[in-house]
Structures are given as structure tokens and as C-alpha cells.
């Protein structure tokens, strides 16, 4: 019999005694066993931030970023035998799909993160904040990570996505993990952890696994260690309510099941694309991993004079949808995970019975192709119909974690929007419609309690990603019954496991501990010229002095010819009463042009390109007359990976561009960014 191992302190482990059986969701035959009595959890913890942390704390954005992304392209290579696993818990192709390269997806969202942050292992956050009259005392804020481990329990739907999506985020962030999947699903989670360990693109340490039940996993968490757990409400609850996580104020990200809603717009009517698309996309989500989703359609909420076409369509396309073994020809929905979810469905469904009428599905007579139901995990899909929303309320409270959904009217939008918060927080609704005024008016309404809203139409339909799809650079949660947490959501997501933190002190200290320049900041001058130097030699605060120029009319009317930008306040002297001009006054892009003429040296050196131009400000007018000249600093650098072998060796470097006048005042200032080659390419 197979035993499914835990990976702990840089070994397999088996587990004493059988804490869980494993089944085939199809079959109904074991396919293993797994427990994690014995495991030392205080030990792990330790383990992950001395081993694994020590080693991620020290790497920058862009080495982690580029980890992600090795280990995204790995993985890759060996997606058909996770999709052979997959099968066991029930999953067709395409819900394996979402699973697998869903959550490969992840790996890579993460990684390509790195470019907006800075090539430290830690984030300068913001921009600095002036504290004094003279400029000699700033504050600045940076976020480090955490001195611990992010714990990680995971519900059975996903497990390789509900495990990728989060340690992608951590990983990034430069904190180990320990995960605890599913015991009912772990074999495929173990079957990747076991690929990655092997693949030693990982530090040691930096990953570790739970299977079975993981009793104590948290028990030793500290401020430090973040937690995160997603599943049902109940559980969290206990959970996060634990007294050793309130008194040491773990930061815990709860992601619960909740009672998501699909709405179709008045406007979406019979024969238009957008009631076609509702149709499709509220059947997909019932019947995608047999909705065993925490993101399914559970409410449909239409308008009233349109629902016996909704519940004819949607029933129609049910009826249509074959359920049993995915090897079996034609086969678009699988099995639940266990039969403990399937005598768990039932009991929900036997509640949601007592108030409201079933219209389609029957829990004891439905086909099975290519596999015995009676041995297998399986459900009928079931639809409800509720006439009554705001009295019949269970609809609103209880969730069958299966699939279930219930079709409910609604009058006006006002009251689609109520019935929506109903569900007392939700991760995620959707609103299908082609006109955009009622779309706003749903979304503004509704977004207090849904931690994201699709707005589909044809317009989108081709490229959208689906109601049941949450996007890794996007805020997955939501509040309320949703667990009021947030998972993933790009560069906020990686802040997560951070500690922000507000640095004090003299701009020069501030910019030799955040190495980016800091204004009033030391600028020794550059010897030779910052273009003569390569990536490596340029140090951040050297300064380029340029010579001046005195502006004059002719400059205005030849910048003027060359762009065309005749606006009235550089060229109508006779236009300016009643403006802030006192005279005609030099375009704020000759100012900047005229700037990169007196900064560049114009000789082959390092310096390959100039790529872009960011934050530039016009901060005080300029007329003829006045005399400019630039300081010229290196204000960051990030280093960049060879794409190729033959790729050049190089790496970004931000300049600032400073433009004063005969008074000292700034009167422009903007970014520039250069692409500069390394010293091993000259």
C-alpha cells in the first residue's frame, strides 16, 4: 500500500500509525494511506527560519523572481504526470487544468513581480517624506521579511493550486513555508513537493509538507510567522481565535467558502450575447470541479420576468452535461473529492430542500458513464428555484459545497444588490450585462461586500478569464463570511509577508540604507563622467554638474517648429491675462530636452540605451532669460539577467534628473532610465 510521506527537517517522513485513507474518487478504491503523528513541529518552524529563511532573507527580489521562474518552467515540463494523478481525486482535464497549470500559472505571475521591486532583499516603499525645514532629517518606510515561516493549511479542491498560489507569494517575499494539504487530497500535492525537493532550485528549507491531519501545526507560531488557511468558515474561525495566535498577534489570512452570486443584468435579455454567456458561464461554475470551488455560482439572481427562460436554459445545458469517469468519452464532470463531501452535499441539500423547490437534478437517480456510482464519489447536479429571496433565507446561509445553486428574482438593480450581501460576504460576483451604466451601478453598490466582481460581455467574453477564476496580480478574498482576508493581489500580496517598517535619519544615511538617492543627500561629484563608467563602477549619489544655458525666445520658437506644440502660453504673448504666466514661457519639454543635451556625453561607452522617462514634474516656469543646468545622479541601479548565452551583460540604471535655474530652484525633475553594460562585456 502506498504510503504518502510528509517533508520535514530535509527528509521524507512517514507518519506514525494511519492517521487517513486515501480513495480513488472514481473507483472508490484505496490508493494509499498517510498520517503526521510525530512530526515536531516546533522543530519545522525553527528549521524553516534558520535554514530556508536565512538563505531567501539574503536573496534580492530579482534572484527570488528569477527562482520563481525556474522553478515555474521545471514544473512544466512534468504537468502530465501531476494531470495522471489529478484523475484520482475525481478532476476531468480541464479541472485539472485549472489546477495544475493554474497554479504553475502562479509561479510565473510571481516571478515577473521582481521588475517592481527594487534588486534588494528588501522593498523601499514609497517615496520619502520631508520632516524638518531644512531637509537634514527624512523619514522613509521599508518593508523587510519576516524573520519566520508562512503556514500554509489548504482545503482538498486545489492541491497543487491552493499550494503554488500562496508559496509563490512568500517565496517572493523572501519567508519560507510549511504546507498542510488536504489529507484527503495530499498524494497529489506530495507527488509535486517531491519533484520540487528533487529539483533543488528551492534553498533547503524553504518548503516543507504536512500530510495527514496536521494537529498542532500552529501551535508555535509567532508574530513572526504568518498564517494562512482556506476552508471552511468554522474551522478558521477556531483557528484564528486560538489564544496563543490573538496574544501573539500572528497575522492570519483566512479564505473561506461563501455564498458567491451571479446576476443577470435587465438588459441581458433572450437573443442577446450576454444571456447566452450567462448561461454558459452560471452552468460552468456549477459543474467545474463538480462546484467544488470556492469561488462557484451558489446564487443566480435574475430579473423576474426573465427567469422561467433562465431556468429552462440553464436546466437544458445540465441536462446535457455527462457525468463519470473523465477517461470516458464525453465525460464533462467529475466526481466530488470523497464521499465524505458527497454525504456532506447531501445533508446541505436536504436542508436547502425544506425552502425552496428543486427544478432540476435528483440525488439518488442520475447516470454515471464508465464508472459505479455507488463506488464512486459522485453527485448529481442540482438546481433550486427560490421565488421569495428576502423571506426564504437559507439560500443565504448554508452552502452545499457541491453542485448546487438556486435561482432567485429580483425587481430592480437596488434589490439585486441587496440580495448579493445577503450572502454576508462573498470572495467573488459577477454581473452579466451590456449596458455599462447598470454594471456601475451594481458594482459600486455591491463591492463593500464581494472581494472581487466580474463585469462580463461580448466585449470581453473572448479573452475574460471566467467568474470562478481569481488572477494572481489580483486581490483573491473577500469580507465577511469570505474570511475577511486576502490572498495573492500582486505586489501587495508579497507585502503581506513583510514587515513594514518607518526609517528616520539624515538623507545621506537614508540612501546609503535604502540604495536609492534620497534628496539632500551627499552628491560627490563623478570622476570621469557617469556614461564613462559601467554598471558596476556607478555608485548611487555621484553627480553629474552640467554646464548652463541661458534660455531664449529663439529657443521657444525652434522647439516650437520642431514638435509643434504651438499651445497659446509659449507663443501668444497677448494670451497670457488671466493665467499664472507672467510672460511667454519655454515648453517643460525643451527644459527636459535641452537638460538631456547638457547631461549626456555623447562618446561610445557603457551606456547602451535610454528606455524611458518616469515621474517628470514642472515645477516652476521658465522664461527667456533664465539660466538652467542639471544635477545629473545616480538614483538606483537594478541588476538584469542574460536572457541568452549571448545575451550582453547588463543592468538598469535610474538617473535623476535634476534642472535648476540662476536661483537654485528646481524647476524640473523627472527619472530617466538607462540600460548600462557590465564590466565583463567591455
Known sequence: MQRYQSYA?????????????????????????????????????????????????????????????????????????????????????????????????????????????????????????????????????????????????????????????????????????????????????????????????LPEGSLQLVCGLGRGIIDHATCQDVVTFTGSAATGKILKGMPHIVNESVPFNLEADSLNATILGKYAVPGTEEFDLFIKETTKEITIKAGQKCTAVRRIFVPEDLIEDVEKAISSRLASTKIGNPDFEGVRMGALATNTQVERVRANVEQLMKSQKVVYGNMDEFEVLGADRNKGAFFSPILFRNDDPFNKTDVHNIEAFGPVSTIMPYKTVEDAIELSKMGKGSLVSSIVTPNDQEAREFVIGAACMHGRILVLNKDCAKESTGHGSPMPLLTHGGPGRAGGGEEMGGKRGVLHYMQRTAI??????????????????????????????????????????????????????????????????????????GTIFERRVAHGYFVLSKAAGLFVDPKKGPVLLNYGLEEARFTKPVYPGATICVRFTVKEKVDQEKRTEDDIAKGIVKFLVDVYDETGETVALATILTMVRKLDQA
Open 504 to 577: 528616520q535619519g539624515h538623507p545621506t544615511t537614508i540612501t546609503r540604507i535604502t540604495d536609492q538617492f534620497q534628496v539632500g543627500a551627499e552628491m560627490p561629484e563623478a570622476n570621469p563622467h557617469v556614461f564613462r563608467k559601467h554598471f558596476e563602477e556607478l555608485v548611487i549619489g555621484e553627480t553629474v554638474f552640467t554646464h548652463k544655458h541661458t534660455v531664449t525666445d529663439a529657443d521657444i520658437v525652434n522647439f516650437a517648429n520642431v514638435s509643434g506644440d504651438n499651445f497659446y502660453a509659449h507663443m501668444d504673448a497677448t494670451s497670457l491675462e
Open 9 to 201: 527537517l530535509g527528509k521524507w517522513f512517514d507518519g506514525e500509525g494511519v492517521e487517513t485513507n486515501l480513495y480513488n474518487a472514481i473507483t472508490g478504491d484505496k490508493i494509499g494511506e498517510t498520517s503526521s503523528l510525530g512530526l515536531d513541529y516546533k522543530a519545522m518552524i525553527e528549521y524553516g527560519r534558520k535554514t530556508g529563511g536565512y538563505v531567501l532573507r539574503k536573496m534580492t527580489f530579482q534572484e527570488r523572481g528569477r527562482m520563481l521562474k525556474a522553478l515555474a518552467l521545471f514544473l512544466m515540463e512534468k504537468k502530465e504526470h501531476y494531470y495522471a494523478v489529478s484523475a484520482l481525486t475525481g478532476a476531468t482535464r480541464v479541472d485539472s487544468w485549472i489546477d495544475i497549470e493554474g497554479g504553475i500559472g502562479n509561479l510565473f505571475a510571481n516571478a515577473s513581480l521582481r521588475r517592481q521591486f527594487p534588486d534588494l532583499p528588501y522593498n523601499v516603499e514609497g517615496s520619502a517624506v520631508p520632516l524638518s525645514k531644512n531637509g537634514t532629517f527624512i523619514g522613509h518606510h521599508i518593508n523587510v521579511p519576516k524573520d519566520g515561516v508562512a503556514i500554509h493549511i489548504n482545503a482538498f479542491n486545489f492541491p497543487i493550486w491552493g499550494m503554488l498560489e500562496k508559496i509563490a507569494v512568500n517565496l517572493m517575499a523572501g519567508v519560507p513555508a510549511i504546507v498542510k494539504p488536504s489529507e484527503y487530497t495530499c498524494f497529489l500535492t506530495e507527488v509535486m513537493v517531491r519533484d520540487i525537493i528533487d529539483s533543488k532550485i
